[in-house]
Each structure stands twice: as C-alpha cells, then as structure tokens.
C-alpha cells in the first residue's frame, strides 16, 4: 500500500517517485521516536484549542506511545511504498484508530515536523557527544597531571624549539575541547527553538499554541517568524556541522601529533602492540592505523558544513527539495564522530610515555631561550643575552646547567588543569540537558 500525505488521487510516475524519494525511507527510521515525540506534543496543544476531542486524544496517546517504545527499541520498520517516517506513523495510526488517525496532520505540514523531527534528533546527538567530549577531556587531563613532570621538546616549524612536557602536550588538548564545548553549546542553542507550528513556512490559521508546544518538547524558546523558520533548515545543519568539524579539528590534530611522536624519528610515545597493525611483508612494521584513520575521519567531517553549504547556499526563502540531501551528508557525522572520540580516548589511555628525553644531546639547544632569561634575570639586557646565547650557539660552546623554572599559569610548572576544568564545568551546565530529558519524561511516560 503506497501512502502520501500529499496524495491527491493521481498516480506519479514510477521513477519520479524513486528519484525523489531517495534515501529518505533509510534516514527517516533514524527520525522515528522524534516525529513521535512532535506529534504526541501537537495533538496535546490540538485538543487544548479545540481542534481534537479529548476522547480522541485519548485514544491517541496510548498508540503513539507505544510507537515510541516501538521506535526506541529499534522496531520501527518504514514499510515498502511509504514514502517517510510521517507518513509511516499517520498510516498505522489510522490503521489501529481509524478517522481518528488521520486528525494527527491539522495544523501541521511536513515541513515543520521534518524541522521538529531533526532538532529533536540533533539534541539527542548532542547531549551523547558532548558526554564523550567530557570523557576525553578527563582522560587527557589525567594524563596530563600524571606526565607532567616528565619534559619533551616543544616544536616551531617542525624544529626544535622549548622545553615542553607530557602534562603540557596532553592539556592543551583537553582545554582546546573546551572552546569545542563552547562552540557545540553556541549550537545547541540555535538547535533548542522550536519550528513546529510555521506549518510550510508562513503559519496556520489553526488556532495553534505553539508557546505550549514549545513547553512540551522543552525547547528553550520558538523559531518566532514563520519563513525565517524553515530558513533554518541548512543553517541549522551547517552550525551544527560546524560545532563537530571543530571538535573533529581538535581530534584530528591529537591524532596527527599521535602518528609523529609514536614514529621511530621521535619515539616520544609507544602504542601497544594491540593498538597497532602490520604490514604484509615487512616484519617489522607496528602501525598506527587508529590515529591515521581518526585523522582520515576528522578531516572528512571537517568538509561538511562547507557541503551543506554548497546544497543550501544560494536557495532563496521558503522550501526546496533541494534540502532533502542535507540528511545524506549531515546524519553520518554524530556517529563517525562519537566513533573517534571513543577510539582516540581508548588509544590515550593505552599509549605509554618516554621519560629521560631531554637529556639526548640534539635537544640541548631547546634549553637557549632559558639561559637568555638566566642571564637577564642576573642583570643582563635582553637583546644583549639573546645575542650572547646565539654568539655560544654558533661557536658551538652552549651549555646551559640551569633548572627550569617556569611559573606563570599555563606553563610547564603551572598548568592550570583545575582552572580549566571549572572553566569546562560551566559550559557544561549551560546545555540544560536535564530540562530535556524531563519534558521528554513527561512526553511518553
């Protein structure tokens, strides 16, 4: 039985309908629990108007509810010849209640609930990936506090620079995912408005509550002007991509410092045997295929929003099939994100530190900018100590006997780990997960 909420009683061509319908059927069962949750919170507002009769909302609630579990639990099937999950969720509503079912769809078009359905999604998403970011950052900041006392050299240009140190090089990760956070948080609030209500983009002359609705599905506040609503769609994907392809940019570059420092040219780290792959016909080899792949992965996310753009970017105001595609390019980047972040947190914790590296001969002159400060600090101007220092450098008579001695916050012996975490903390609280989670409770429960 094929099944549109747009039908009108004529048949449309066979490839017609293929090509527009796409892969719709195949994302949409990732949209199934949210396009429940919609409409559970459309038809309460319905029959708080006078637009659904109390008996039938109560017939309804206990079916849609069901379908929610139904959905939650991965049950939810979009059956051949229907076109989307909407039209799935009107169609067995209607074979269960009968008319009843098809009273869903008053003041509603499928544009705003594709909108409700993907910021419903994309909220869940966020809270699971913020959670991993949160973990990593914990684990790095560990790792950080446990190596940092042990000193690496720090690099400009590839060439060897300062004194640096594990506890440096693992907490600079773990704060640059903090402005990641911050970043993510800037999305989420540009996700938690809630659209539903501007019907197919200018409003209904249904006496909708879309303040009510608003409560229901505990967004923050409304996507207010109709048109400007459903102009969100492709902005909304494209900040969200945004917010991950930053994350991924943080990532990506602690895997690629993770290929360098575990070669045998730095062998400032070493991977377990289990972390690591071979090569078919050299013994030898111990790969890092986990960080190169993480790289490959987080570059790949980091090309999405510039995707989206390319799909949405000269579209004038209203709806377009053309934002169909968003979903092909945006849903894969939650779980190939979620997927690094796992990956990369399992790979920190198994990876092992060398100690001692400083004391290697061709890391001497890393310790230069210290004996400048060594002798400013005797009385010495600086461009004068800097010119003696390079004089010593180039005659090839460097020494320097001193002890590192770096206090300010962020340094080598003052990281701030505590500062940061707190600074995490409150980025962390302004996301209002727990609002969510109790008007979702109050949803289905």
């Given at each position: 039985?094929?099944?549109?909420?747009?039908?009108?009683?004529?048949?449309?061509?066979?490839?017609?309908?293929?090509?527009?319908?796409?892969?719709?059927?195949?994302?949409?069962?990732?949209?199934?629990?949210?396009?429940?949750?919609?409409?559970?919170?459309?038809?309460?507002?319905?029959?708080?108007?006078?637009?659904?009769?109390?008996?039938?909302?109560?017939?309804?609630?206990?079916?849609?509810?069901?379908?929610?579990?139904?959905?939650?639990?991965?049950?939810?099937?979009?059956?051949?010849?229907?076109?989307?999950?909407?039209?799935?969720?009107?169609?067995?509503?209607?074979?269960?209640?009968?008319?009843?079912?098809?009273?869903?769809?008053?003041?509603?078009?499928?544009?705003?609930?594709?909108?409700?359905?993907?910021?419903?999604?994309?909220?869940?998403?966020?809270?699971?990936?913020?959670?991993?970011?949160?973990?990593?950052?914990?684990?790095?900041?560990?790792?950080?506090?446990?190596?940092?006392?042990?000193?690496?050299?720090?690099?400009?240009?590839?060439?060897?620079?300062?004194?640096?140190?594990?506890?440096?090089?693992?907490?600079?990760?773990?704060?640059?995912?903090?402005?990641?956070?911050?970043?993510?948080?800037?999305?989420?609030?540009?996700?938690?408005?809630?659209?539903?209500?501007?019907?197919?983009?200018?409003?209904?002359?249904?006496?909708?509550?879309?303040?009510?609705?608003?409560?229901?599905?505990?967004?923050?506040?409304?996507?207010?002007?109709?048109?400007?609503?459903?102009?969100?769609?492709?902005?909304?994907?494209?900040?969200?991509?945004?917010?991950?392809?930053?994350?991924?940019?943080?990532?990506?570059?602690?895997?690629?410092?993770?290929?360098?420092?575990?070669?045998?040219?730095f062998g400032f780290i070493h991977l377990p045997d289990s972390l690591t792959t071979g090569s078919s016909i050299m013994p030898h080899k111990k790969n890092p295929d986990v960080f190169e792949l993480v790289r490959a992965h987080c570059n790949k996310i980091q090309g999405v929003p510039a995707?989206?753009?390319?799909?949405?970017?000269?579209?004038?105001?209203?709806?377009?099939?053309?934002?169909?595609?968003?979903?092909?390019?945006?849903?894969?980047?939650?779980?190939?994100m979620d997927d690094c972040l796992d990956i990369v947190e399992y790979a920190v914790k198994g990876m092992e530190v060398a100690s001692d590296l400083m004391s290697d001969p061709k890391y001497k002159l890393a310790f230069s900018?210290?004996?400048?400060?060594?002798?400013?600090?005797?009385?010495?101007?600086?461009?004068?100590?800097?010119?003696?220092?390079?004089?010593?450098?180039?005659?090839?008579?460097?020494?320097?006997?001193?002890?590192?001695?770096?206090?300010?916050?962020?340094?080598?012996?003052?990281?701030?780990?505590?500062?940061?975490?707190?600074?995490?903390?409150?980025?962390?609280?302004?996301?209002?997960?727990?609002?969510?989670?109790?008007?979702?409770?109050?949803?289905?429960?």
């Amino acid at each position: 039985m094929a099944m549109k909420l747009w039908d009108k009683g004529y048949t449309v061509d066979a490839k017609i309908d293929e090509f527009t319908v796409g892969n719709d059927r195949v994302l949409d069962l990732s949209l199934a629990p949210f396009d429940i949750l919609g409409t559970i919170a459309h038809i309460t507002m319905l029959e708080s108007v006078g637009l659904l009769s109390r008996e039938d909302l109560a017939a309804l609630l206990p079916e849609l509810k069901s379908l929610y579990r139904q959905a939650v639990a991965g049950d939810f099937v979009i059956e051949d010849g229907i076109e989307d999950v909407h039209s799935q969720v009107e169609l067995m509503l209607t074979r269960k209640l009968g008319d009843i079912g098809k009273k869903v769809h008053t003041g509603r078009s499928r544009n705003d609930q594709v909108l409700v359905d993907l910021k419903l999604f994309v909220r869940a998403r966020i809270e699971e990936t913020v959670g991993r970011v949160d973990s990593l950052f914990r684990t790095l900041q560990q790792a950080s506090e446990k190596y940092k006392d042990v000193l690496i050299p720090g690099y400009t240009h590839l060439q060897v620079a300062m004194p640096s140190s594990f506890g440096l090089w693992f907490g600079a990760y773990a704060e640059s995912l903090v402005d990641d956070l911050t970043v993510m948080k800037a999305a989420w609030d540009v996700v938690n408005l809630n659209p539903l209500g501007s019907a197919a983009g200018y409003g209904s002359s249904a006496p909708l509550d879309r303040t009510m609705t608003t409560r229901l599905l505990g967004f923050d506040d409304l996507d207010y002007n109709s048109v400007y609503s459903q102009m969100t769609r492709g902005k909304m994907e494209r900040t969200v991509a945004f917010a991950y392809s930053s994350v991924a940019e943080t990532v990506g570059r602690l895997a690629v410092d993770g290929c360098m420092f575990s070669s045998q040219n730095f062998g400032f780290i070493h991977l377990p045997d289990s972390l690591t792959t071979g090569s078919s016909i050299m013994p030898h080899k111990k790969n890092p295929d986990v960080f190169e792949l993480v790289r490959a992965h987080c570059n790949k996310i980091q090309g999405v929003p510039a995707t989206i753009r390319m799909i949405c970017g000269n579209l004038p105001s209203g709806y377009f099939r053309d934002m169909q595609l968003l979903k092909e390019v945006f849903f894969p980047i939650f779980k190939e994100m979620d997927d690094c972040l796992d990956i990369v947190e399992y790979a920190v914790k198994g990876m092992e530190v060398a100690s001692d590296l400083m004391s290697d001969p061709k890391y001497k002159l890393a310790f230069s900018v210290e004996e400048v400060n060594h002798l400013v600090g005797e009385g010495v101007p600086f461009r004068d100590a800097y010119r003696r220092v390079a004089d010593s450098i180039r005659e090839g008579t460097f020494e320097y006997h001193g002890e590192l001695k770096h206090t300010h916050e962020g340094s080598i012996g003052n990281l701030c780990n505590d500062r940061i975490a707190a600074r995490k903390e409150k980025v962390l609280a302004g996301f209002g997960f727990r609002k969510v989670s109790e008007a979702v409770s109050g949803l289905v429960d």
